[in-house]
C-alpha cells in the first residue's frame, strides 16, 4: 500500500521513473492473485491511463478484474473513459451505457458529477464528453 501510495505521489509530481519502480516494486512485493496485487493493477492502470498509454492502462485494469473474480463495479466506467479517450466512441457509450444500467448514479448529471469529483480536470472533462454524447442518446 506505502509503495502504491508513493507510487501516486511520483506520478502526480512528474516523476516517472521513480513513479514506475515503485509500481514495480509493490508488484513485487505483493503475493499472486492477492488483493495487493490486484490494487496495484488497478492503481498503475490509473497512472498509464494519466500518462497517455490506454493499451497499458486497459491491460492493468484487466488484470485487476482478473484478479477480482468477479465484476467490480469501476470495470464499466473505466473502459468506457479509456474508449472515449483514444476515440472509440461506439464501444466507449456501450461501456457507459453499462455503467449507467448497474449503477443508476452514472445516468444522471449530479451522479455523474459525484461519482468524477476527485478525478483530474482532463478524466472529468473527457467523462463529461462521453456522458453529454451518452446523454444525447
Not at 4 to 30: F, I, K, N, P, T
Not at 43 to 71: F, K, N, P, T, V
Not at 76 to 101: C, E, N
Amino acid at each position: 500500500s506505502a509503495l502504491v501510495h508513493r507510487a501516486h505521489l511520483y506520478g502526480e509530481m512528474g516523476d516517472r521513473e521513480r513513479e514506475l519502480r515503485d509500481y514495480d516494486a509493490a508488484l513485487g512485493a505483493s503475493e499472486p492473485a492477492s488483493p495487493q496485487r490486484r490494487h496495484v493493477h488497478w492503481s498503475r492502470g490509473w497512472s498509464r491511463y494519466d500518462q497517455g498509454d490506454i493499451e497499458g492502462a486497459l491491460s492493468d485494469w484487466a488484470e485487476a478484474e482478473r484478479l477480482h473474480g468477479g465484476r467490480p463495479a469501476w470495470v464499466t466506467y473505466t473502459r468506457a473513459l479509456a474508449y472515449w479517450t483514444v476515440g472509440d466512441h461506439a464501444t466507449a457509450l456501450h461501456w457507459y451505457a453499462l455503467a449507467a444500467s448497474g449503477y443508476p448514479e452514472w445516468g444522471t448529471d449530479e451522479g455523474m458529477e459525484q461519482r468524477i469529483r476527485y478525478w483530474s480536470k482532463p478524466q472529468q472533462a473527457r467523462m463529461r464528453a462521453l456522458y453529454a454524447h451518452w446523454k444525447a442518446g
